[in-house]
């Protein structure tokens, strides 16, 4: 079992930047393909951005291609979310997830632990 705490979320301006984290409890973390995720009030919750287990390939949404970046530490256990030139739009909960499925994995019901999530608000 995994449990997964996001830090790193707050209010800032169109164009700012912010760097969310992500650290995993267990021994087992570099046996999970990790994803973030977002949902803002009234919408679904999204697929933002995914890394394989050995962080070798990444897969981002269409609407965060080129400013988002995903990387992940498996000696420290944990998994970043670099936000570059947010927009409004990029406001939402942002979910931070596990999924021992071996490769890219960009839909909610492949995995298995979430974390509590983090807000992130970005004004005009």
């Known amino acids: 079992q995994v449990q997964l705490v996001e830090s790193g979320g707050g209010l800032v301006q169109a164009g700012d930047s912010l760097r969310l984290s992500c650290a995993a409890s267990?021994?087992?973390?570099?046996?999970?393909?990790m994803g973030w995720f977002r949902q803002a009030p009234g919408k679904e919750r999204e697929f933002v951005a995914c890394?394989?287990?050995?962080?070798?390939?990444?897969y981002y949404a269409n609407s965060v291609e080129g400013r988002f970046t995903i990387s992940r530490d498996n000696a420290k256990n944990t998994v970043d979310l670099q936000m570059d030139n947010l927009k409004p739009e990029d406001t939402a909960n942002y979910y931070c997830?596990?999924?021992?499925?071996?490769?890219?994995?960009?839909?909610?019901?492949?995995?298995?632990?979430w974390g509590q999530g983090t807000q992130v608000t970005v004004s005009s």
């Open positions: 997830a596990a999924t021992p499925y071996v490769g890219i994995a960009y839909a909610l019901h492949e995995y298995d632990y």
């Open positions: 890394i394989t287990q050995d962080g070798g390939s990444t």
């Open positions: 267990g021994r087992t973390f570099s046996t999970y393909a």
